[in-house]
């Protein structure tokens, strides 16, 4: 597609539930990155992958929270046994070349996540 | 390590009023500055970015400039418009042992008012 593609846009669930996030990230990129976007806060790093592979998993919050991505596309964010301090948006982003820092990151736009 | 801070919110400006958001950063390394803007229900866009020192970004009205002395991405506009309202980002984009990381603000949150 022509830009980084989200799904669900809005999930509501029940606490306790599992829930999984995708993102579609522009063709060709190899880098794609998880944030979460609390109401009114920043945004904080979750995870990334370069290709399959993620380098980098240290921002995830707790052992709840897992990602895959799989032919170095789609990814797959999952949350098990959801608590109320999930809700959030989660947002995805791509970027075209890893190891190469100008080049920007191209964002969706989130999945609206509501744990009710 | 790396960070940037940014200026906190909220702004409220009158429309064409000139516009400043500060964001300053530290880095181990020589990255890349990024202005990006959030719209209201939508994800973060690239609003402008500097590759190297004492570069400009432009875009929309909007400027920036790469200044390694002080460390610091100040973005600008000469007028504003009610359109411009949105929350403004400052990132940086480094190497790392792990790959290419990304560093954001916290956000400055703009309204513009008729």
């Known amino acids: 597609g022509a830009g980084v593609s989200q799904s669900p846009s809005n999930k509501v669930t029940e606490k306790g539930k599992d829930v999984e996030l995708r993102c579609d990230p522009i063709s060709g990129h190899t880098a794609l990155y998880w944030y979460r976007q609390s109401l009114g806060q920043g945004l904080e790093f979750l995870i990334y992958?370069?290709?399959?592979?993620?380098?980098?998993k240290s921002g995830l919050p707790s052992d709840r929270f897992s990602a895959e991505r799989t032919g170095g596309s789609v990814s797959t964010l999952t949350i098990q046994r959801t608590q109320q301090e999930d809700s959030a948006v989660y947002l995805c982003?791509?970027?075209?070349?890893?190891?190469?820092?100008?080049?920007?990151?191209?964002f969706g736009d989130g999945t609206r996540l509501s744990i009710l | 390590g790396n960070s940037v801070t940014q200026m906190e919110g909220p702004v409220t400006l009158s429309e064409e009023a000139f516009l400043t958001i500060n964001c300053t950063y530290t880095a181990t390394g020589y990255p890349s500055l990024f202005w990006y803007v959030q719209y209201p229900g939508e994800g973060l866009q690239l609003l402008l970015k500097?590759?190297?020192?004492?570069d400009k970004g432009s875009n929309k009205g909007f400027e920036a400039t790469y200044r390694k002395e002080t460390t610091s991405f100040h973005l600008e506009k000469g007028s504003v418009q009610v359109s411009d309202s949105a929350v403004y980002f400052c990132?940086?984009?480094?190497?790392?042992?792990?790959?290419?990381?990304?560093?954001f603000g916290t956000g400055t949150s703009l309204t513009v008012i008729p």
């Open positions: 500097a590759t190297k020192a004492d």
């Open positions: 982003a791509s970027s075209l070349v890893a190891g190469v820092p100008n080049q920007p990151q191209h």
């Open positions: 992958f370069q290709g399959n592979s993620a380098p980098d």
């Open positions: 990132a940086l984009s480094d190497l790392s042992n792990t790959g290419n990381q990304f560093y």
